[in-house]
């Protein structure tokens, strides 16, 4: 990513079922991917930890999702200084009963994410960008001004 521009990251997420989500030594859990008589609400939580970068939205992100059916993240993500960062994606489920009682939460993932920001002579993308514009002004004129006094 260049150094001062925003980037967009996602994630996508198809839930087949939730069979391995069961409780150390409990199979309450477990159940097919399509049961026609869901028992939980399901709701998956996202959250992006990229230190020294700005990200947004801060914090977890939540998206209910339903079996056989995906949904997606997104994160806007900016550098202000050249160099490599690195953070932790995380991915949780979180298991609602529709019946009511307490609410599981279940660690999918926890992704190592490795970044890194580059400029041009240390500026920025959009300092990068303009120098590069009046470069090219520049030398237009230039060249128009050496075509001119050829005549």
């Known amino acids: 990513m260049r150094t001062g521009d925003t980037q967009q990251a996602s994630l996508s997420l198809w839930l087949e079922g939730i069979e391995g989500l069961q409780a150390k030594g409990t ?5 097919p991917a399509m049961d026609p008589t869901p028992q939980f609400n399901i ?23 339903g079996y056989g059916e995906s949904t997606r993240f997104y994160w806007r993500i900016r550098s202000e200084k050249s160099g490599s960062a690195s953070g ?4 949780h489920l ?19 994410i490795n970044l890194c920001s580059v400029g041009l002579f240390g500026l920025t993308g ?21 075509a001119y006094t050829r005549i």
């Open 88 to 91: 932790i994606l995380w991915l």
């Open 94 to 112: 979180r298991l609602v009963p529709v019946a009511g009682g307490a609410e599981r939460r279940y660690l999918v993932t926890a992704q190592q």
């Open 43 to 65: 709701l998956a939580e996202a959250r992006l930890d990229l230190p020294h970068l700005k990200v947004f939205p801060l914090g977890e992100v939540t998206e209910p999702v």
């Open 126 to 146: 959009s300092a990068a960008r303009l120098l590069g514009g009046i470069g090219i002004l520049a030398t237009s004129a230039y060249l128009v001004f050496q």
């Open 27 to 31: 199979q309450a859990f477990a159940r």
